[in-house]
C-alpha cells in the first residue's frame, strides 16, 4: 500500500483561531463589551478596515467574522490581485445572495493599501447597496492610503503589536500540540525580543528552529543555540511606512524637547532597523534649522560636518559623528523663531498683493534708470554712524514692519534681540526728527 504524503500545513495555520475566545490579543476591540466584540456579537456585519503592523491578527479577525455571520469569505490580495478579482468576488456575492438558500458575503482585502484609487472605487457601489460587507487590512495610516468615500463607509479599528505575554501564550499553544521543543529561558525571552510583537513571525520562526532542532536531535532549544541560527537580533522595520515616520518623529520630538538619551534611543532604534543614516542626517540638518535656528547657529555647521564625516567613513564608524550632532543638537538652546518668521512671511506674501520696489532701494545701472529716479537718496549704511543707516524703510511703501521675527530669549537670539531693540530706537529717534 502507498503512503500518501500529506501537505504540510505551516504552525501559523494549525495554531489559527476558529472561536473568539481562542484569539490571542487585542483585547482592547476583542475583550468583553469592547467595539469589535459588541460588533460580533449584534449578528449584524458593517464594513471595517482592519489597521496594525504585520501578524496581529488581521486576517484571522476578518475569517472569524464570516464564520460569527454565517458569510461566504472571500479573500483578495491587493499585492496580486486587480480589478478583475473584484469583478468575480461581485459576481460569487450575488450567486450566493440569490441563491436557494442566501447568505451574505465578506471581501476581505489584504494589503488594501496597495491598490490605487480606482480600484478602490470598483468597491464603493457594492458597499452601498450592502451586496457584500468590506473588511480591508492595512499596515498603512489609512487616512492617507485609503480613499475618502470608501474610508466614510468603514469603520476603522487599531490593531496592536503583541505583547511578550500574548506571544508566550502562543509558544505555549505550539508546545502542547507537540511542535515545539523545550526552550530554554534565555532562549524565550530572545525569541519573543526577536518577534518584536508579530505572531506570524514567532510561528514561523518557531517552526524552522524546530525542524533545525529535530535534525540535530536537540532535546531543548538553548540560548547560545539559539543565537547562532537565528544570527543578530534584527527588530521589524518598515523603511517607508507607518513605523519609519512614527520613530522619526519620535526623534524629532525628543529632540525639541531637550532629551540626549531618548535622542540617541530613537537614533539607535532607527539605524538598527535599516534606517539609512544619510537619511537621518538630513534630517538633523532640518532639525538644526526648524528648533534651534539663531539660538545656536553652530548646530547647523555641526550637523553638516556630522554629514560629510559620514559621506567619508560610512558605517559604522560615520554613525558616531551623527549621534555627535545629535546629542548637540538635544543640548542645544532652542528657537523657532526664524522658522515660524519664514512661514509668516510665506503666508503673508501668498495672500497680499504684488507691491513694487521702493524707487530709493533699485538698482540704477543706467542713465534712463537715474533719471527715472532709480536708486535716489538711497543711504549706503557702511558710511553712516554704526555701519547704520538710521530711519531708513526697506519694505514697500505703506507697508508697516510686519514683525515676522521674534527672537526668543534663549542663546545668541538673546543678543540679537537686544541688537533689534537698539536699532528700533535709533529709527524711533531719527524719524522723530524728520517730524
Known sequence: METVNKPHVPLAEQLRPHRLSEVIGQQHLLGP??????AFESG???????????????????????????????????????????REAVEKAEHVRDGLQPRATIVFVDEVHRFNKSQQDAFLPHVESGLFTFVGATTENPSFEV??????????YVL???????????????????????LEQAAL?????????????????????????????????????????????????????EQF????????????????????????????????PRYLARRMVRMASEDIGLADPRALRLCLDAAEVYQRLGSPEGELALAEALVYLAVAAKSNAVYQAF???????????????????RNAPTKLMRELGYGHEYRYAHDEAGGFAAGEHYLPDGMASPGFYRPVERGLEIKIAAKLRELEELNRQSREKLE
Open 245 to 276: 515616520h512614527d520613530q522619526m518623529s519620535a526623534l524629532h520630538k525628543s529632540v525639541r524637547g531637550s532629551d540626549p538619551d531618548a535622542a540617541l534611543y530613537w537614533f539607535a532604534r532607527m539605524l538598527d532597523g535599516g534606517a539609512d
Open 44 to 86: 449584524r456585519p458593517h464594513s471595517c478596515i482592519l489597521w496594525g503592523p504585520p501578524g496581529v491578527g488581521k486576517t484571522t479577525i476578518a475569517r472569524l467574522m464570516a464564520q460569527a455571520f454565517d458569510a461566504q469569505f472571500i479573500a483578495i490580495s491587493a499585492v496580486l490581485g486587480g480589478v478583475k478579482d473584484i
Open 189 to 241: 525571552q530572545r525569541l519573543l525580543a526577536y518577534a518584536d510583537g508579530d505572531a506570524r513571525r514567532l510561528l514561523n520562526t518557531l517552526e524552522t528552529l524546530a525542524v533545525t532542532a529535530q535534525a540535530q536531535q536537540l532535546p531543548e532549544i538553548t540560548d547560545d543555540w539559539l543565537l547562532k541560527v537565528l544570527g543578530e537580533r534584527m527588530r521589524r522595520y518598515d523603511k517607508g511606512g
Open 160 to 182: 496592536q503589536p503583541l505583547s511578550e505575554d500574548d506571544l508566550a501564550r502562543l509558544v505555549q499553544r505550539a508546545q502542547a500540540i507537540g511542535a515545539v521543543p523545550t
Open 343 to 361: 512661514n509668516a512671511a510665506k503666508a503673508f506674501v501668498k495672500q497680499d498683493g504684488t507691491r513694487p520696489v521702493p524707487l530709493h532701494l
Open 33 to 38: 463589551g469592547m467595539p469589535l466584540r459588541i
Open 147 to 156: 480613499n475618502s468615500a470608501l474610508l466614510s463607509r468603514a469603520a476603522v
